[in-house]
Every structure is written in C-alpha cells, then in structure tokens.
C-alpha cells in the first residue's frame, strides 16, 4: 500500500509561483513513475505532468510545457511541481498520482487510468 500527501497549494495571484511537494509512503516508491493531475470545478480531471521512476524521463501538458516543472527526489520519498507564470485557468484541486504496477515510461504516463494510488490533493487557487 502506497499513501500520498501532497501539500504546498493555497491562493495567490496571477503571474505568481507555488511549488507543490507529495510525500510517499512505502519503500519501493524510487520505481514509481509519479504524476500530477488537476481537477477544476465542473471538469474532468486533466493531466499536468509525470516523471519516470529515475527522473530521467519528464512529460507535460501541452498548457504547462515551459511553466511547471516535475522532479523528484527518491532519497525523500517526493515529487514536486513548481508551477511559475500561474494564469487563473490553473485554478484546480491538484493531486499527486502513482503507477505502482510498473517501471515503464511512455505515452500512457499521461493516461489517469494508469496510476494506482492517489493523494487528497490540495487546492490552487489564482486569482486574476
């Protein structure tokens, strides 16, 4: 069993930056590739972006290529997402994804289906 914690949402305004941390439980999260999702009111949940189980490999929304950044760090059992540039449209509940069922890294990591536990999320908000 894997828990996921994410933490480091909140309010702040457009053109600002947050950085979002997910602690893992369990000792094989370091062959998890991880992911980040959100979810906006009225709308489906939506990829943001995903990193392979050595960091190696990133992929991101076409939205957010050149805004957020994805990282790791295995020695801490987290992910991170810095989210720079924020527009109002990046308004979601984000939560922190992990496919426990593989090492593998493609097309699919952007897929929610794949992941196998899934944090609380945590509320960003921008406001304009």
């Known amino acids: 069993q894997v828990q996921l914690v994410e933490s480091g949402g909140g309010l702040v305004q457009a053109g600002d930056s947050l950085r979002l941390s997910c602690v893992a439980s369990?000792?094989?999260?370091?062959?998890?590739?991880m992911g980040w999702f959100r979810q906006a009111p009225g709308r489906e949940r939506e990829f943001v972006a995903a990193?392979?189980?050595?960091?190696?490999?990133?992929a991101y929304a076409d939205s957010e290529k050149g805004r957020f950044t994805i990282s790791r760090d295995n020695a801490k059992n987290t992910v991170y997402l810095q989210m720079n540039s924020l527009k109002p449209e990046d308004t979601a509940v984000y939560y922190c994804a992990a496919r426990a069922g593989t090492t593998s890294w493609g097309p699919d990591s952007e897929d929610d289906h794949e992941y196998d536990y899934w944090g609380q999320g945590t509320q960003v908000t921008v406001s304009s």
């Open positions: 990193i392979s189980w050595s960091g190696g490999s990133t």
């Open positions: 369990g000792r094989t999260f370091t062959t998890y590739p």
